[in-house]
């Protein structure tokens, strides 16, 4: 069933591996083929990150002990975030970095981390994605690797973003985040926290809880800019 599993992943057919994990509970996810590959693997090769997402949240049956490792390696070492760093496949890129079980610093056999994988191939957009994540942890020697390789494979727009990020990673990382939506994102989850302590003030005003009610008094107090202002 595992091998019927991976060709459905290779064939990129997404009601086909959603068929077969809804009605085999206790397939093993992990189950390399003779190449030394992962189902995982092949979806990070083939760029189908709804199939990706099918199988990251897959749950085994309670009788076994297996759990999609998502950080499995090929028999060379290449984890599945390597794999999609290499390939350019920018959208499972960005479904493996909000995973927080992936280890995105893994090297291979031979010492290639995900990031050089990007570097190395120009995929621009993936090292936008490695840059704005928080986790990525590369030394100033390694983004020096990075940009050597990519000025000897030819990628110029991969070498001017890496000399920047190398010089000013802070700033770097902050112009790129908000490049890619991170801080859209921010403020929608800000307005959210803010009609919660909305409706929370709402609440307590009526409760026992002199804890939250001295909490939203002072919030309550706390100056905001207007429209106009920030306009």
Not at 35 to 55: F, M, P, Y
Not at 110 to 130: C, E, I, N
Not at 157 to 163: D, G, Y
Not at 182 to 193: D, K, P, Q, S, W
Request: aromatic letters at 8%; a neutral charge.
């Amino acid at each position: 069933m595992e091998d019927v599993l991976y060709c459905a992943c290779e064939a990129g057919g997404e009601s086909r591996v959603k068929e077969l994990l809804d009605n085999n509970p206790t397939i093993n996810v992990n189950t390399k083929t003779t190449a030394g590959w992962a189902a995982l693997h092949r979806i990070c090769h083939t760029n189908c990150d709804v199939i990706l997402d099918l199988l990251l949240t897959h749950h085994h049956h309670a009788s076994t002990s297996t759990s999609i490792d998502v950080n499995q390696k090929t028999d060379l070492g290449f984890t599945p975030l390597a794999i999609a760093c290499a390939r350019g496949s920018t959208s499972c890129v960005r479904r493996l970095l909000k995973d927080p079980r992936v280890r995105i610093n893994d090297a291979s056999n031979t010492g290639y981390t995900p990031f050089f994988l990007a570097a190395r191939s120009g995929y621009l957009d993936v090292v936008k994605w490695l840059i704005a994540s928080e986790r990525l942890d590369v030394s100033d020697a390694d983004k020096t690797t990075a940009i050597e390789v990519a000025v000897r494979y030819g990628k110029t727009n991969v070498v001017s973003l890496l000399k920047k990020f190398r010089e000013q990673p802070d700033e770097t990382r902050y112009a790129v985040r908000v490049e890619l939506g991170f801080h859209i994102e921010m403020a929608a989850e800000i307005f959210a926290m803010v009609i919660f302590l909305c409706d929370g003030l709402v609440q307590v005003r009526t409760s026992q809880n002199l804890a939250a009610t001295h909490f939203f008094t002072i919030a309550s107090r706390l100056p905001f800019a207007t429209a106009e202002a920030v306009a």
